[in-house]
């Protein structure tokens, strides 16, 4: 036999045995985390954002712009912070898709449902669950331990952040406050403050590690509801959340390995 000849078709059925053993692509389904400010004022939390009527003619226009962006991301599920599969959020939704509901300032109203309803869904996706943020019990310690002054500063650079976040928001779209507010670098200095509050322990009281103990496991129960909804590894799933949430979800998603995270940045 032509030794030439021999070597070349070995060669070839190699080749054809190689791409035929190349594994295929696997559809994983895809979520989108977008950290939102609260829009009507509700004053929940330790420090609030001063954010404007976004029923104004402007603020309307911009959220048009960011309903329009985030429809790009192509969801087929919209998740919002309202408690988990409860049927008023989906009553609240039905109405205002036969118009017996006017959306109101809340943030959830102004971009889940409006989205929602822009694309066509049936369905909204209500995910959350409350949980304890025990701070009383950090401001105890910090008290009783000699730490006031750097419960203090603490209190300070989260009040500097609102104050960073209110100067955006007053000369920038609505669009463009969620894109800084969703930057890599916002939510890392989020979280590195969070952090902060696992200084103020001793060894008989974790006052601030059990505070992070409780903000994570909330977020991990959150993370829980959202993977309830996945019906398909086709499911592109908005999430649509308060911002401190954002490190959290997201960082579960990222670690779960069978979900690809997807960034708001990724969508002009």
């Known amino acids: 036999m032509n030794r030439p000849f021999l070597l070349v078709a070995l060669l070839v059925l190699i080749a054809v045995g190689t791409f035929a053993a190349e594994p295929q692509p696997v559809s994983q389904p895809h979520v989108l985390v977008v950290g939102l400010y609260h829009m009507d004022n509700p004053g929940l939390d330790m420090n609030n954002v001063a954010a ?5 003619e402007k603020r309307q226009q911009e959220i048009a712009e960011l309903t ?19 049927p008023k959020a989906q009553q609240k939704y039905d109405d205002y898709l036969s118009g017996k509901y006017r959306l109101t300032r809340d943030e959830t109203d102004q ?17 959350d669950i409350k949980g304890d943020f025990p701070f009383e019990a950090v401001a105890k310690l910090a008290a009783d331990t000699g730490q006031q002054a750097t419960l203090d500063e603490f209190m300070a650079q989260g009040k500097a952040a609102v104050d960073a976040f209110d100067a955006k928001l007053k000369t920038s779209s609505v669009l463009d406050t969620l894109r800084f507010m969703n930057s890599p670098a916002e939510v890392a ?4 403050l969070y952090m902060q509050l696992g200084r103020f322990a001793t060894k008989d009281n974790y006052a601030g590690p059990d505070l992070l103990a409780e903000w994570y496991r909330r977020n991990a129960r959150i993370y829980a509801n959202l993977r309830s909804i996945i019906s398909s590894p086709d499911d592109r799933l908005l999430v649509l959340y ?8 997201q960082r579960d998603i990222l670690d779960a390995h069978d979900l690809v995270l997807d960034q708001l940045s990724d969508y002009q």
């Open 242 to 249: 308060g911002d401190g949430h954002l490190y959290w979800l």
């Open 189 to 192: 200095k989020g979280q590195a």
């Open 68 to 86: 329009n962006v985030l429809a790009k991301f192509r969801p087929t599920k919209i998740a919002i912070e309202a408690p988990f599969d409860d």
């Open 52 to 56: 404007d009527d976004v029923l104004k």
């Open 111 to 127: 971009i889940g449902l409006r989205l929602a309803k822009q694309l066509g869904q049936a369905k909204i996706y209500p995910i």
